[in-house]
């Protein structure tokens, strides 16, 4: 199964909503930027990372898979996952000018594609070809529902439509107002809404420093939050130990980490307590596994950020013995042959041979952008 060729890719796809916003960001469209790799027996296997749909940017990882690793991987033999991932990863120029970002980005839409080559040459979707799942029935939790742009009426109107009508058991929402209060508010209006048996998470994307959460937290300690997701700056381990200490919420984080490394430091410092990796910030799925089994080792639960829109964290999550749950943004999931489907609030397992990366030919032509 030797490398024959490389095509990137950039797609940018509509959201279910004309445009959403959480305490950091905005966006109208989500970006899907990749690679498709060809082997000499005619297979061929996709791998992506996740974006803003930010063109100049999305260019910078394509050029880095075309540029930079394509040279390398040019007669390589697909199989090998583990010895290309060190090769590509630990190539001294490269490793130079960045060990996260681009150069991860662009490793991780790469290690992905492998990934899917191996276990659709194996004829067996990703799960079973890793060694079969280890559950029959995996919960997903519902992040469209909850974004911090939404007024408190469609915030209201969504989580119950998402309970009621679609049957989910869980939801996350965004917090992050510059006046924590109105957070407050809307999460006692939600719990009230809903009632006492829906888990609900919030998510800050890193808005807040350590007094606002602290206070926050004091504040909403009787709303039985699940989990409080990225409630400081990224990188800040002493700053998420302390939180972690002084209030009851645990502490989830991971999607903005780059490495085994980033992760160890957090978990070592008792700064997390839901971890959550994510195939296209790291390395792709072999850096995820290092991840997820270092999270096991430490008994924390995995709930993977669904950066790629759990195309291929459903494979995953089913699969590692650390995974509970999964998010679900359904953004993304129809431009793909096998969609992540959730029916009843439980992921359908996927059965096609892959990673549930091929996306249609029809997306592609409607949504593909120019890599100059």
């Known amino acids: 199964m030797k490398i024959k060729s490389l ?29 498709a790799i060809t ?32 040279p390398l991987l040019i007669g390589e033999d697909a199989n090998d996952h583990q010895r290309i991932w060190t090769k590509l990863a630990r190539h001294p120029s490269l490793q130079w000018v960045g060990r996260a970002g681009i150069t991860h ?31 029959e029935r995996l919960e997903a939790y519902n992040t469209d529902i909850g974004w911090l742009s939404f007024s408190l ?23 992050g107002h510059d006046d924590p209060n109105v957070d407050v508010r809307r999460l006692e209006s939600v719990r009230k809404r809903l009632g006492a048996d829906i888990r609900i998470a919030i998510d800050g994307n890193g808005k807040w420093d350590l007094p606002t959460c602290q206070r926050f937290c004091e504040q909403a300690r009787d709303l039985d939050i699940y989990w409080f997701e ?5 990188d800040d381990v002493e700053s998420h130990r302390l939180l972690a200490r002084s209030s009851t919420i645990p502490v989830a984080l991971g999607e903005q980490l780059y490495t085994v490394d980033a992760f160890r430091s957090f978990i070592s410092a008792g700064a997390v307590a839901y971890v959550q990796p994510d195939v296209t910030r790291l390395g792709g799925v072999t850096e995820y596994i290092q991840v997820a089994d270092l999270a ?21 999550s089913y699969w590692h013995p650390a ?9 993304i999931k129809d431009h793909f042959e096998e969609p992540a489907d959730v029916v ?16 249609l030919a029809e997306s592609f032509a409607r949504f593909g952008k120019s890599l100059a």
């Open 105 to 135: 980005l662009a490793l991780a839409a790469v290690d992905v594609a492998i990934w899917d080559l191996k276990s659709k040459k194996a004829g067996l979707p990703l799960w079973s070809y890793l060694g079969g799942a280890r559950t």
């Open 344 to 359: 009843g609030g439980v992921y359908k397992r996927p059965e096609q041979p892959g990673a549930g990366t091929t996306v």
């Open 296 to 316: 096991l080792a430490h008994r924390l639960p995995v709930v993977p950020h669904a950066g790629e829109m759990s195309q291929v964290h459903v494979h995953l």
């Open 153 to 175: 009426d469609d915030l209201l109107s969504g989580s119950a439509r998402a309970v009621e009508q679609d049957g989910f058991t869980r939801i996350k929402l965004k917090v």
């Open 39 to 70: 082997t000499t027996d005619g297979l061929t296997g996709y791998g992506f990372t996740g974006t803003h749909a930010h063109l100049a940017s999305d260019r910078l990882i394509t050029a880095c898979i075309r540029d930079c690793y394509a």
């Open 7 to 35: 095509e990137p890719f950039i797609l940018h796809l509509p959201l279910t909503s004309a445009s959403i916003s959480d305490s950091t960001h905005s966006i109208t469209h989500w970006g899907v930027v990749g690679v």
């Open 230 to 234: 990225e409630p400081m700056w990224y």
């Open 323 to 331: 995974s509970t749950i999964l998010e679900y943004i359904p953004w």
